[in-house]
């Protein structure tokens, strides 16, 4: 139980840097293209994150060459289709609709990401739902609705396509990452950054945006390393421990923490659609919290590395001097078995039903 509300609390954490990414960008960083601020937003992540994971090989040099964290060649094609698709193709999607649509429907549409990201998981991917999760991911999203309503503000333009599609895109971008959630969440979120980062920029500089003043960029890229890398690598540990559809409804929860922000710097109180949508999305988390899967299952023939500690699921041998220290990462086999206990679709429970 707790390492699951372990996991539920990262996953909140993870959305709560990316909601207040918002408030902050607008206080911080002023009249700025979308592109442009996604490019520096990405691009100081993955240089933040790159820094700390230096960091991370200097306080350990010794560390042996089992432990590696680097991804597998089979994973790269799941890193770079989510790279693209949420990186590239879904920034540029948006930038595109928030042209034509107003920023009522824009934040009405933005709540189809969550919703598309549970579709394609139980779809595509097969991760199990049952009633009580279903109405919580409803919840939440009915929570999201209500708190981006503007009565009287809305109407669908033909800009409004292209943000469902760029929800698609950060949805396969979710479903994608996913395929990839075993290994070193730091490394993932920093390659999506250095690759998406320069990309938006390179996109933004051509579309006409020039470069802001360097106290404008310094922020920007503080801000993004937070909201956008820190939360990265929050949201792809939650994605191993939850999957794909339990992590992208807490995640959706992101608007609350942003307008929650928002009235701590531009003060005045709450509309009651921000204490009606807070009420939902509580109830959403509530029900997901009370889901209990349990049901004879069978675990295959597995390989892969990730950082684990000997437990159920982990009962091997080391090909290494292991010191009995614990977490620990290094590539390591699951053997056949079949048990009973609860558990979500992480990483060790992606089986059929």
């Not at 994971?53 to 590696?68: F, G, H, K, M, V």
């Not at 969550?114 to 595509?124: F, K, M």
């Not at 698609?168 to 969440?185: G, P, Y």
């Amino acid at each position: 139980m707790n390492s699951r509300l372990n996991a539920v609390f990262i996953a909140l954490a993870a959305a709560g840097l990316f909601g207040a990414a918002t408030p902050l960008a607008k206080a911080l960083l002023g009249s700025m293209s979308a592109l442009m601020v996604a490019g520096l937003f990405y691009f100081g992540s993955g240089i933040g994150l790159g820094i700390g994971i230096l960091a991370r090989r200097l306080r350990r040099p010794n560390q042996s060459a089992t432990a590696s964290h680097w991804i597998q060649k089979a994973e790269l094609p799941w890193l770079m289709g989510a790279i693209l698709a949420g990186g590239v193709v879904g920034p540029a999607l948006l930038m595109l609709g928030l042209s034509s649509t107003s920023a009522a429907t824009s934040s009405l549409l933005l709540n189809l990401e969550s919703v598309l990201t549970a579709v394609i998981a139980w779809v595509v991917f097969r991760e199990n739902v049952d009633v009580q999760v279903f109405l919580g991911m409803v919840a939440i999203v009915a929570g999201g609705v209500l708190l981006s309503w503007h009565p009287g503000q809305v109407a669908i333009p033909v800009g409004a396509l292209l943000i469902v599609g760029a929800c698609a895109c950060w949805a396969i971008d979710n479903n994608l990452t996913r395929k990839v959630s075993a290994n070193d969440a730091m490394v993932i979120a920093c390659l999506k950054g250095l690759i998406a980062g320069p990309v938006n920029l390179g996109i933004a500089f051509v579309t006409g945006a020039t470069l802001p003043p360097a106290s404008a960029v310094g922020a920007a890229m503080l801000t993004g390393f937070a909201g956008y890398g820190v939360s990265l690598v929050l949201f792809v540990v939650a994605l191993r421990h939850l999957g794909t559809a339990r992590t992208g409804a807490y995640f959706s929860v992101a608007p609350l923490f942003g307008v929650a922000l928002s009235l701590v710097i531009w003060p005045e109180l709450p509309s009651v659609f921000f204490w009606g949508a807070a009420v939902l999305m509580a109830l959403g988390v509530w029900l997901h919290l009370r889901e209990r899967h349990e049901h004879d299952h069978t675990h295959d023939l597995l390989e892969h590395t990730h950082r684990h500690r000997h437990d159920e699921h982990h009962q091997h041998e080391h090909e290494f001097s292991y010191a009995g220290d614990e977490p620990h990462t290094h590539p390591h086999v699951h053997l056949p078995i079949t048990h009973s206990h609860a558990h979500f679709p992480d990483i060790h429970h992606r089986h059929q039903h």
